[in-house]
Nanobody, 123 residues
């Protein structure tokens, strides 16, 4: 089992920045690829960014590419999402997930999820 705890969400004005953190505990963190998803009210959970086991390769949705950066630190069992140039459309609950296998952009590939952290971007 892997336990995931997100932090760093909050209220920010459009154009601002936030860094989300996800702390992992339990089984070997480096065995999992990691991803961030988000879910806005009334909408389905959507892929935001993903990173492979050692951080060499990362993937982004078109809506955040160039504005968000995912990274991981396997020595600290942490994964981060640096968000810049935030827009009101980025408002959502952001979830950290751990994936053993499967397509990183597909939520069904994730075995473990955190409880989520709220990000609100005001215009």
């Amino acid at each position: 089992q892997v336990q995931l705890v997100e932090s760093g969400g909050g209220l920010v004005q459009a154009g601002g920045s936030l860094r989300l953190s996800c702390a992992a505990s339990g089984r070997t963190f480096s065995n999992y690829r990691m991803g961030w998803f988000r879910q806005a009210p009334g909408k389905e959970r959507e892929f935001v960014a993903g990173v492979d086991w050692n951080g060499r390769y990362s993937y982004y949705s078109d809506s955040v590419k160039g504005r968000f950066t995912i990274s991981r630190d396997n020595t600290k069992n942490m994964v981060y999402l640096q968000m810049s140039s935030l827009k009101p459309g980025d408002t959502a609950v952001y979830y950290c997930g751990a994936s053993g296998w499967g397509h990183l952009m597909n939520s069904t590939a994730y075995d473990h999820w955190g409880q989520g952290t709220q990000v609100t971007v005001s215009s």
